[in-house]
């Protein structure tokens, strides 16, 4: 309370500000020297609110503070307040102690005091108006404390003007000094804009190279997209089994038709081929013969056949890049089924065939026999019917060939013995063997013949008595 007492008493008004004006805090009755200032609210700095009279030597006083780093006293100032002048005491004191003392920051204390009269001053319009009066009451106490008051006013007046005429200078030198900076910034912009231009030109090129090179990528790119697809579309079309390996015997891709000979599932990409179960019985060696390939690099193929009956010949060879670099092996799988098939079906034709020709061989042989034999050869089925006639037979029977193949054994038997015949016939059936007998047959005429007979029976492949042969010889009187 002493303080501030004290304070009332001592300073009539004060400020606290920065270096450039800004208020900080007031103390006092500031009215008197300080003014809203005019424009957006909030403005609170000193120098925009000093009033008429005092804002020129309130901004040159905190100007030499501030740059001789001392106080700056001001006295005798005419700050116009409410249509009439004050005298007005100015000081602007460093502040030296306390957190303004700041050599970052420093703070400034403004002190408006208002002045006290000497005495009462000459009216400046009547000294105007009548200079002979003036010049008479010169030499009068309140002409001399008048004078005395001017030529304050007006060292004042020079000490502001040296003031702002070196304020003047510094800012010319200042500005100069920016110029020449701004100059230099300039020609380093000019600089700056040359080579950003050039290197915009460059990357306008690099631009377009670019756009040259993606549109060549975008081509190979959709031209590998096709032969992706065409080779897919072959591996799949051509219905051949085809596995992928590499050094490791890691499967790397395969087509669909493989998976019904070796089990393999889309998952299986990146597994050991001996992780995999192969439906090829009678074969194991798969890995054992890829590794072969893969040392000696001579291609192998291996007749196999799966469960279902279906064969196949198994080729193994390297991969090769079109580097000529080897990169794994190709395992392919050519179904053979229906050429093995045909090929059997060729083989039991052939031996049919040659079966058949030796049969043949056999009855041209037999024929000529026949046909040269001088008995009588016979051949008749189970009912009777000539299959067979030879030349004997027809000297000894008078029937021709052709005659005689259309009529029936019975024809040439008498009635009393057909019995003995058909039991014969029997004996024959359970794969008798009849020896030579005697008996009696009819020729053409009808003349009735002693015959000397050996009947033979004749069976197919499964044992079954099919026809009988025999040989007829006429007997001697």
């Keep these: 309370m002493t303080e501030r007492a004290l304070l009332s008493q001592v300073v009539a008004a004060g400020a606290l500000v920065n270096g450039q004006g800004d208020i900080l805090y007031l103390h006092g009755r500031t009215g008197m020297f300080l003014e809203p200032a005019e424009g957006e609210a909030g403005i609170n700095n000193i120098l925009k609110m000093a009033r008429e009279g005092l804002r020129s030597a309130l901004a040159t006083s905190l100007h030499k503070a501030v740059k001789n780093k001392e106080s700056a006293l001001c006295p005798g100032l005419r700050v116009k307040t409410n249509g009439h002048h004050t005298l007005v005491n100015l000081a602007v ?119 040259t090179v993606i549109a060549e990528l975008q081509a190979k790119v959709s031209d590998l997209s096709r032969a992706n697809n065409d080779m897919n579309n072959l591996l799949a079309g051509t219905g051949i089994g085809t596995v992928f390996v590499d050094h490791q015997l890691h499967i790397l891709r395969f087509t669909p038709a493989v998976a019904g000979i070796i089990n393999l599932i889309p998952s299986d990409v990146g597994r050991p081929i001996t992780h995999i179960v192969a439906n090829l019985p009678g074969y194991a060696n798969l890995a054992a013969d890829v590794q072969a390939v893969l040392d000696t690099l001579v291609a192998r193929e291996i007749p196999v056949h799966t469960m279902d009956e279906k064969y196949f010949t198994m080729r193994i060879q390297p991969y090769r890049t079109l580097d000529n670099m080897i990169e794994g092996a190709v395992i392919s799988f050519l179904d053979i089924t229906e050429l093995t098939t045909a090929r059997n079906a060729l083989r039991e034709a052939l031996a049919i065939t040659q079966a058949h020709l030796l049969e043949a061989n056999a009855l041209v042989r037999l024929a000529v026999v026949l046909r040269d034999a001088s008995d009588a050869i016979t051949m008749q089925d189970l009912q009777g019917m000539t299959l067979a006639w030879n030349p004997g037979a027809t000297r000894l029977y008078g029937w021709s060939e052709a005659e005689a193949l259309r009529m029936n054994v019975r024809e040439r038997i008498p009635a009393p013995l057909q019995t003995a015949a058909l039991a014969t016939l029997e004996r024959l059936g359970r794969s008798e063997v009849i020896e030579s007998y005697s008996t009696q047959r009819l020729d053409k005429s009808g003349v009735l013949l002693e015959v000397s007979i050996i009947a033979t029976a004749l069976l197919d492949d499964q044992g079954q008595l099919y026809a009988i042969a025999t040989t007829e010889r006429a007997k001697k009187p």
């Design 93 to 211: 004191r460093p502040v030296t102690s306390g957190p303004g003392a700041s050599a970052g920051s420093p703070l400034y204390l403004v002190v408006l005091e208002e002045a006290p009269i000497a005495a009462a001053p000459l009216p400046a319009a009547a000294a105007l108006q009548d200079p002979a009066r003036a010049a008479r009451g010169s030499n009068s106490p309140a002409a001399s404390a008048r004078i005395s008051a001017l030529t304050a006013e007006l060292l004042a007046r020079n000490d502001e003007l040296k003031s702002t005429r070196e304020e003047l200078e510094s800012s010319n030198e200042e500005l100069k000094s920016s110029n020449e900076e701004m100059q230099s910034v300039n020609e380093e912009m000019q600089s700056t804009n040359e080579e950003l231009e050039t290197s915009k030109e460059e990357l306008q090129s690099v631009n377009e190279e670019l756009s």
